[in-house]
């Protein structure tokens, strides 16, 4: 057993599924998991990863622990269009003729993508902007414009996933659409073994980033919220995260996050009544991040802006259930308590 799930190596799962945790650049995530499982015609995949020089030689090093390589795959079954978990997949393609398969509501992100060539999309600029957070929207645009892009990257994928059962020989496989970290998140239901590969939905150890999508501002939290709600009563089923350890039951985590989100709302709602009126990056500073309670001044220009993207989530769905109210100032959203 590995001493830290990020170790690399093919780790087994279950019969016929193995998981590979492949490095991540630069990102405090340190790997992502990809799931290989193996099947009558060769391998499919659970995402793909983070195409990086790297990635190619460190899946064949630990698909060969197994006896197995890379021309193998036939089919890579992607949870959601980040770049950790698809640009890998696009290079497998190229190099080996894998299908690639992707949610059908990722299709407006992914030409966001490769119109904006950014990893920054302008949805999350225009969100820090109507947060009075200027200033953060600019260093990030900044950042972004430094790193490198490249477009054959994020060619469209083979099949467009929609919920329901999915050919594969030898698994009970079904597709379930869970939007909320991104639009078209989907997670996949090995039903006969009682596993679900949750992708970035459920993680087991941090709450997934929600405000950070791409193409029009569609309320990501309550599609998330709604989307934990879809899985909270699945306690018999063990969680296969894209991040962190495996194992765990699917409900009990769905329970776990639906709290934090009732205790987030709490602590905004007190923030809210203290400084009212105020603005979605004026809430943000006032809170802390992360599980080491941080100060928001203390975090970097992209998980500010992340912080800022995820409070303006929760303040909407809190103007939505009416507990606050929401006034336009010069494209600047300012919030006060509902009376």
């Not at 992707?102 to 920054?120: F, H, K, M, N, T």
Request: charge should be negative.
């Amino acid at each position: 057993m590995s001493a830290h799930w990020a170790e690399p190596g093919c780790f087994p799962i279950a019969e016929g599924i193995h998981r590979i945790p492949l490095r991540l650049p630069q990102d405090g995530l340190r790997a992502v998991n990809v799931y290989v499982l193996e099947t009558d015609d060769g391998l499919a995949l659970v995402d793909g990863g983070w195409h990086r020089p790297d990635t190619y030689r460190e899946l064949s090093a630990a698909l060969a622990r197994i006896g197995r390589s890379p021309d193998e795959i036939h089919d890579v079954f992607v949870t959601h269009i980040h770049r950790d978990h698809y640009t890998f997949a696009v290079e497998l393609r190229r190099r080996h003729g894998c299908r690639i398969h992707l949610g059908v509501d990722e299709s407006p992100g992914l030409d966001a993508i490769r119109l904006l060539a950014s990893s920054v999309p302008e949805s999350s600029l225009r969100e820090l902007r109507r947060a009075d957070a200027a200033d953060i929207a600019a260093r990030a645009y900044a950042d972004s414009v430094d790193e490198p892009f490249d477009p054959r990257d994020w060619e469209k994928p083979d099949h467009w996933l929609r919920p329901g059962s999915v050919s594969l020989a030898g698994y009970d496989l079904r597709v379930l659409a869970t939007p909320g970290h991104t639009k078209g998140h989907m997670v996949f239901h090995d039903r006969r073994r009682r596993l679900i590969f949750t992708g970035d939905h459920l993680l087991p150890t941090i709450t997934p980033s929600i405000g950070f999508e791409l193409g029009s501002w569609d309320l990501p939290l309550d599609n998330f919220l709604r989307s934990l709600t879809m899985l909270r009563d699945d306690d018999d089923q063990t969680m296969l995260p894209a991040h962190g350890p495996v194992g765990g039951s699917v409900g009990r985590r769905a329970r776990d996050l639906l709290a934090h989100h009732d205790r987030r709302f709490a602590q905004i709602l007190a923030v809210v009544a203290d400084l009212e009126p105020c603005t979605g990056l004026a809430v943000a500073t006032a809170l802390t991040w992360t599980r080491r309670e941080r100060r928001f001044t203390t975090l970097d220009t992209f998980n500010q802006m992340v912080a800022t993207c995820e409070t303006m989530a929760h303040l909407d769905v809190l103007v939505v259930r009416n507990v606050l109210t929401v006034k336009d100032n010069d494209s600047v959203d300012v919030f006060s308590i509902a009376r």
